[in-house]
């Protein structure tokens, strides 16, 4: 009797242990669900990444730099004996327009200059190159003047970084450059580095909103079709000695530049130039003195935008020194911009007549089958 009764305690006892050890192993179990469940809604509640527009290109960056501050805009040398240049496909605009001699010279202008160590070569400033850089509240970056263009600094009160003043502080003069064959004058250069001396030694600050470049489409907003033509190939001229290019590169959905007949390289990445958006913008330029020194009335005229291999007219209008280049559909609204970089070519009335559009393949976003100028 006493044995059984041991056997059958023994019994219960297993049966509380084996009940207890069911019941850890549950509750162990509903804890990792519960851990999970935690897990992912933590993750799933995480904050996203806080994005910035940069208002040169209408891209989307990480870094709040681009809100915080005014972009500064380079002279680019452009004279076939001056290249290649370094840097210029790294601007989120590039102008070209013509100069004395027929020759052209290109603006660059940078929402961050930080991340681009060399520039240039760097040349000298017109009066219209002044009131395009003016137009963006950008900080003109300059090897010397013509004596217009140094009078409109001063009557206007506008600091810029020179290199007649601040060759040794914002430039550097690239001397293996210079004894591989070029001329001088092609030789200096800038960069991050050197234009945060400039300013500095000049005492400018870049701090305050930059104003936007274009009315842009936004991230996730549809771009319109075009119904005004195709253009696979853009050729047009500035003069007599300055012709160029831009071909349409269906892998990229950009336009590739071309001047002097070879592809315009950057250097510094070996790529060629490639825009998302080009302008040809017709003005009326001329020459204002004896040395060849061009004027430009930049105020208002017509042209067309370029993008995803189609086109269409469009018109523009400045005006004042401070005024932002501001660019309008035929009906008058405000042309609605494609993010990212940008070309803008303003050209001579004279030379309108030498703007041909080759419709080539069927373009992104375009329903017509006819090329019109």
Excluded at 27 to 43: M, V
């Amino acid at each position: 009797m006493r044995e059984q009764r041991h056997r059958r305690a023994a019994a219960r006892i297993l049966a509380l242990c084996l009940c207890a050890g069911m019941a850890l192993a549950a509750f162990a179990g509903c804890g990792k669900k519960d851990d999970k469940k935690t897990a992912k809604s933590q993750s799933s509640s995480a904050p996203a990444k806080t994005m910035y527009i940069n208002p040169l290109t209408g891209t989307e960056t990480e870094d709040s730099y681009v809100t915080q501050n005014r972009p500064v805009a380079v002279m680019i040398n452009n004279i076939k004996a001056a290249l290649p240049q370094y840097g210029i496909g790294s601007a989120d605009i590039l102008y070209e327009v013509v100069a004395e001699g027929g020759i052209t010279r290109m603006l660059a202008l940078y929402t961050d200059y930080r991340a681009v160590p060399k520039i240039g070569s760097v040349r000298s400033a017109r009066p219209y190159y002044i009131a395009l850089a003016q137009g963006h509240g950008a900080t003109l970056i300059h090897y010397g003047t013509s004596w217009q263009a140094d009078d409109l600094l001063y009557e206007n009160g506008i600091e810029t970084v020179d290199g007649m003043a601040l060759s040794e502080t914002a430039f550097f003069f690239d001397e293996e450059r210079w004894e591989s064959g070029y001329n001088r004058e092609h030789c200096s250069f800038t960069g991050s580095d050197y234009i945060t001396a400039g300013l500095q030694a000049k005492d400018i600050s870049l701090a305050g909103t930059p104003r936007t470049a274009f009315h842009f489409y936004g991230a996730k907003e549809n771009v319109s079709p075009f119904s005004y033509g195709k253009a696979a190939e853009v050729t047009f001229s500035f003069s007599g000695y300055a012709d160029d290019r831009l071909v349409y590169d269906t892998q990229t959905d950009t336009y590739q530049k071309y001047e002097y007949g070879q592809p315009q390289v950057d250097q510094a990445s070996g790529a060629t130039l490639a825009f998302t958006n080009a302008f040809i913008l017709f003005d009326n330029i001329y020459v204002i003195s004896d040395e060849g020194h061009m004027g430009c009335d930049l105020e208002a005229g017509t042209g067309y935008y370029f993008t995803g291999g189609a086109y269409k007219p469009i018109s523009w209008k400045k005006g004042g020194l401070d005024d932002a280049l501001t660019l309008y559909e035929e009906d008058g609204s405000e042309l609605k911009v494609r993010p990212g970089q940008s070309y803008i070519a303003i050209v001579g009335e004279n030379m309108r007549d030498a703007l041909q559009v080759t419709p080539g393949q069927q373009a992104q976003g375009d329903t017509s089958s006819t090329s019109q100028q």
